[in-house]
T-cell receptor, first 113, second 115 residues
Framework: TQLLEQSPQFLSIQEGENLTVYCNSS?????LQWYRQEPGEGPVLLVT?????EVKKLKRLTFQFGDARKDSSLHITAAQPGDTGLYLC?????????????FGSGTRLSIRP | KAGVTQTPRYLIKTRGQQVTLSCSPI?????VSWYQQTPGQGLQFLFE???????NKGNFPGRFSGRQFSNSRSEMNVSTLELGDSALYLC??????????????FGSGTQLSVL
């Protein structure tokens, strides 16, 4: 069974600080996605990384896919209260089915003004 | 383009009752999948439909069922509700079947509380 472990589970930091959350697995994924979910809403796709070692930037967010395609990280620079939410990583095992997407347990991020 | 629409947003039921949740995917999306989200278990895959056919089913009891209509709208049904069925039920639609990097577009969910 493929599992995705996210760490930390909870993170509360001051506005303006930097942070990194991690997504780790013992399995290889064909791609990895990051979602952000705000209270009362569904997850929203932020980015998909496909190639081992790939780095993608989305404004203050930097996503990296591990060389072996087993892990990923999300780094936020100068965090803002609007970054608050549940961050989910999701690994795709290949193929076209949603059933092949495994979600991590999430990191709940709170940014204090 | 309208997003994924789920109705109702909130639902309160008692044990033993049944419930039907509805999901309208993004126009043009033919694949709909359902997930259960709880604080303890995270996001768990329930089932996936494409062209009115169930393609895959997660590890849930037979009390959980679903269907998809010719217009791609989908419903899921939970019969004989149990307290443990209290959760946020999310529907996601996707555009292309056959791509290797499935992109899911989620609705806002239906928050079900079983008393």
């Amino acid at each position: 069974t493929q599992l995705l472990e996210q760490s930390p589970q909870f993170l509360s930091i001051q506005e303006g600080e930097n942070l990194t959350v991690y997504c780790n697995s013992s399995s290889v994924f064909s791609s990895l996605q990051w979602y952000r979910q705000e209270p009362g809403e569904g997850p929203v796709l932020l980015v998909t990384v496909v190639t081992g070692g790939e780095v993608k930037k989305l404004k203050r967010l930097t996503f990296q896919f591990g060389d072996a395609r087993k892990d990923s990280s999300l780094h936020i620079t100068a965090a803002q209260p609007g970054d608050t939410g549940l961050y989910l990583c999701a690994g795709a095992g290949g193929g076209s089915s949603a059933s092949k997407i495994i979600f991590g347990s999430g990191t709940r991020l709170s940014i204090r003004p | 383009k309208a997003g994924v629409t789920q109705t109702p947003r909130y639902l309160i039921k008692t044990r033993g009752q049944q419930v039907t949740l509805s999901c309208s995917p993004i126009s043009g999306h033919r694949s709909v999948s359902w997930y259960q989200q709880t604080p303890g278990q995270g996001l768990q895959f329930l089932f996936e439909y494409f062209s009115e056919t169930q393609r895959n089913k997660g590890n849930f009891p037979g009390r959980f069922s679903g269907r998809q209509f010719s217009n791609s709208r989908s419903e899921m049904n939970v019969s004989t509700l149990e307290l443990g069925d209290s959760a946020l039920y999310l529907c996601a639609s996707s555009l292309v079947v056959g791509a290797t990097n499935e992109k899911l577009f989620f609705g806002s969910g239906t928050q079900l509380s079983v008393l």
